[in-house]
């Protein structure tokens, strides 16, 4: 089966908005959004394309084994058979490339949540296709007016980490990103990296940190930091998506300032809905299994906890 694909370029992130907001299915697994997307070029294993098939815009990833699958669902206004077809479609040309690089049994997509499987398995031919299989962790989304108002016992433990960090830290300046912070901000990745970064080792955002942090602007990527005696010491990181919901993308910190990850969040959220009064809520991603930080996660009160899944192509 023969598809043309393309190059995915940051002059692409029109299309994809449209796309996406084009879209009749749920559009908000984490990973489902032009910036994410456009950073695999700078992964090293692998390879990411576009194409077009019936009228949807459709992702795919190569990796440098051969291996070739669906990051994501195909974008497009088409209902939900036509969105169907286009994943068989899609699917059978993974298949071929997979079969000439010699890979069998794998995901041809990977992944989705649990509210676009709900969408699928509405057409009976989802099941002639496809079958799901669930991954690890959940993907966790905050209710923005909740975060803002902290109110009641169940958000006591982030109250008192901020009073604790105004309290320890009182001459912190929280602030837009610009780009001179750029060296001090990768010095806070690599202290990051050192420090939490081996207790969260599943998070993998190594290969797409620097990319959006230097096109943050182009990407209308909102980056806010946390600066103590001149020296930045907190990141966090996100932005408005086309379904009109936030994505929250990077957060970087020097776990030595207590209370600094809680201030990071709430800041941000603030920021957002500053701009954006209409989100309701922020997508964090998933925990992938880490019981840390799921935990971390369970203490801002998600409103929805999706589960994870990928899809085999039934032979």
Same mark, same amino acid.
């Given at each position: %089966?023969?598809?043309?694909?393309?190059?995915?370029?940051l002059?692409?992130?029109?299309? &994809? +908005? #449209?796309?996406?907001k084009?879209?009749?299915?749920?559009?908000?697994?984490?990973s489902?959004?032009?910036? &994410?997307?456009?950073?695999?070029?700078?992964?090293?294993?692998l390879?990411?394309?576009?194409?077009?098939?019936?009228?949807f815009?459709?992702?795919f *990833?190569?990796?440098?084994?051969?291996? %070739?699958?669906?990051?994501t669902l195909?974008? /497009?206004?088409?209902?939900?058979?036509e969105?169907?077809?286009?994943?068989? *479609?899609?699917?059978?040309?993974?298949?071929?490339?997979?079969k000439?690089a010699?890979?069998?049994?794998?995901?041809?997509?990977?992944?989705?949540?649990?509210? $676009?499987?709900?969408?699928?398995?509405?057409?009976?031919l989802? #099941?002639?296709?496809? !079958? +799901?299989?669930k991954?690890t /962790?959940?993907e966790?989304?905050?209710?923005?007016?909740?975060?803002?108002?902290?109110? /009641?016992?169940?958000?006591? !433990? *982030?109250?008192?980490?901020?009073?604790r960090?105004?309290?320890? =830290? @009182?001459?912190?300046?929280?602030?837009?990103?610009? +780009?001179?912070?750029?060296?001090?901000v990768?010095?806070?990745? !690599?202290?990051? *990296?050192?420090?939490?970064?081996?207790?969260?080792?599943?998070?993998?955002?190594?290969? &797409?940190?620097?990319p959006?942090?230097?096109? =943050?602007?182009?990407?209308?990527h909102?980056?806010?930091?946390?600066?103590?005696? $001149?020296k930045?010491?907190?990141?966090?990181?996100?932005?408005v998506?086309?379904n009109?919901?936030a994505? /929250?993308?990077?957060t970087?910190?020097?776990k030595?300032?207590?209370?600094?990850?809680?201030?990071?969040?709430?800041?941000?959220?603030k920021?957002?809905?500053?701009?954006? @009064?209409?989100i309701?809520?922020?997508?964090v991603?998933?925990?992938?299994?880490?019981?840390?930080?799921?935990f971390?996660?369970?203490?801002?009160?998600?409103?929805?906890?999706?589960?994870? &899944?990928?899809? =085999?192509?039934?032979?």
């Amino acid at each position: %089966m023969m598809i043309k694909l393309e190059p995915i370029t940051l002059t692409d992130k029109q299309l &994809y +908005d #449209t796309f996406i907001k084009d879209s009749q299915y749920p559009t908000n697994c984490w990973s489902g959004n032009f910036t &994410y997307i456009w950073a695999h070029n700078f992964s090293k294993s692998l390879k990411i394309y576009k194409t077009f098939i019936n009228g949807f815009l459709v992702t795919f *990833i190569i990796t440098n084994k051969g291996r %070739m699958y669906l990051p994501t669902l195909p974008f /497009g206004a088409g209902n939900l058979e036509e969105l169907i077809e286009c994943l068989r *479609i899609a699917s059978l040309a993974c298949l071929e490339q997979n079969k000439k690089a010699g890979i069998t049994n794998k995901a041809v997509i990977n992944p989705l949540n649990e509210a $676009q499987l709900n969408y699928l398995k509405q057409s009976p031919l989802f #099941t002639t296709y496809f !079958q +799901d299989s669930k991954l690890t /962790g959940l993907e966790r989304h905050y209710s923005i007016n909740k975060l803002l108002r902290l109110k /009641g016992k169940e958000f006591q !433990q *982030i109250r008192n980490k901020l009073n604790r960090f105004k309290e320890k =830290y @009182p001459q912190a300046i929280i602030r837009k990103y610009t +780009d001179k912070d750029f060296h001090q901000v990768s010095e806070l990745n !690599q202290i990051w *990296i050192k420090e939490s970064g081996k207790k969260y080792k599943r998070i993998i955002d190594g290969f &797409y940190f620097e990319p959006i942090i230097k096109n =943050y602007a182009n990407l209308n990527h909102h980056i806010i930091v946390i600066e103590i005696d $001149q020296k930045i010491v907190g990141l966090i990181s996100g932005e408005v998506l086309p379904n009109k919901n936030a994505w /929250g993308c990077l957060t970087k910190f020097d776990k030595n300032y207590d209370g600094i990850s809680e201030t990071l969040t709430i800041e941000f959220v603030k920021h957002l809905h500053q701009s954006y @009064p209409y989100i309701n809520t922020i997508n964090v991603g998933s925990d992938l299994g880490d019981k840390g930080l799921a935990f971390n996660k369970e203490r801002y009160r998600p409103v929805y906890s999706y589960k994870r &899944y990928c899809l =085999y192509y039934k032979q």
